[in-house]
């Protein structure tokens, strides 16, 4: 009995050392901006309203407009597809938003399908891919920098995170996506990306 005690407060010690030590890197990833000349900028979707991008995505569009004007990409790819009853896909508002700001149509790639960040960069990566485009920077909130990193190198780019700095994602709400973004994360390493992806899309199906 004190045996199986003493493996399993082991077991516990290191799950919650795994977890401490994904949280750092999480925090860290968040705060650091690779930002560097590359072939494409990817921007992950996220609400949208009637064609309208939340804030929290024209926060991630601002940051992109702001890459691509300094040349460091010739390509924005905008990514998200729709909810039930939207009329307007993320891609699309993302895209409308783009351009109304002066970024040229043809500079503007367009994933329409994806209802995950997983989901929405693997498409992006196929048609990346049918250009011969790998080398990418990949725009979101930072708390999420890491994972979408960890999710392109699984599908073979090679990615750069340039998380956007106006986020109005802040304080306690920051914190909780720290926290999440750590689970899935240090889940994701274990089963892989893609299969996490798989097995939350199982999950929602059965909700």
């Known amino acids: ?14 799950v919650v050392l795994y977890l401490s030590v994904t949280f750092v890197q999480v925090w860290r990833a968040a705060r650091h901006d690779q930002a560097r000349p590359a072939e ?14 939340s804030p929290v995505l024209a926060a991630r569009l601002d940051h992109a407009i702001e890459l691509y004007e300094k040349d460091l990409a010739p390509v924005i790819v905008v990514t998200g597809g729709n909810q039930p009853g939207d009329q307007f896909t993320e891609a ?20 329409v399908s994806g209802t995950s960040s997983w989901q929405s960069l693997a498409a992006a990566a196929n048609f990346l ?4 485009i790998t080398e990418v920077l990949l725009v979101s909130d930072p708390f999420h920098s890491l994972r979408i990193r960890a999710m392109a190198s699984e599908l073979g780019l090679d990615a750069h995170s340039s ?3 106006t986020s109005p994602i802040r304080g306690m709400t ?28 199982v999950v929602k199906s059965r909700a």
């Open 163 to 165: 998380p956007t700095k």
């Open 92 to 111: 699309t508002a993302s895209a409308n938003y783009l351009i109304e700001r002066g970024v040229p149509d043809e500079d503007v790639l367009r994933e």
């Open 129 to 132: 891919d049918d250009r011969d």
């Open 1 to 14: 009995m004190k045996l199986a005690v003493k493996v399993a407060v082991a077991l516990l010690a290191a």
């Open 40 to 53: 494409a900028i990817v921007v992950f979707g996220t609400a949208q309203y009637n064609g309208v991008p």
């Open 174 to 201: 920051e914190a909780r996506y720290m926290a999440r973004e750590t689970v899935a994360v240090a889940v994701g390493r274990i089963v892989g990306f893609r299969r996490q992806a798989s097995i939350e899309d």
